[in-house]
């Protein structure tokens, strides 16, 4: 499953490197959950989180279904 879940984020990659950002996968844990790391602009933008939810998350729902329950960044942000 993490392969193909590396092979998915792919296909997200370049939307987040036009604007400056990339996305990095971190695990794939027993509970269903990706994890990745926001890299570049995205890991310091106040919207990351609702790029994580609304783009890569429902992105891997719709290709892989039940598989994934949850996709969470490992980063910690901290907006001022």
């Given at each position: 499953?993490?392969?193909?879940?590396?092979?998915?984020?792919?296909?997200?990659?370049?939307?987040?490197?036009?604007?400056g950002?990339?996305?990095?996968?971190?695990?794939?844990?027993?509970?269903?959950?990706?994890?990745?790391?926001?890299?570049?602009?995205?890991?310091?933008?106040?919207?990351?989180?609702?790029?994580?939810?609304?783009?890569?998350?429902n992105?891997?729902?719709e290709?892989?279904?039940?598989?994934?329950?949850?996709?969470?960044?490992?980063?910690?942000?901290?907006?001022?």
């Amino acid at each position: 499953m993490k392969e193909k879940i590396m092979e998915a984020l792919e296909q997200v990659r370049p939307f987040l490197q036009r604007d400056g950002g990339d996305v990095q996968f971190v695990d794939y844990t027993d509970d269903k959950v990706v994890l990745v790391e926001l890299q570049g602009h995205c890991a310091g933008c106040p919207y990351s989180q609702m790029t994580v939810k609304n783009g890569i998350e429902n992105y891997l729902k719709e290709n892989f279904g039940d598989e994934v329950a949850a996709v969470e960044a490992t980063n910690k942000f901290e907006w001022q």
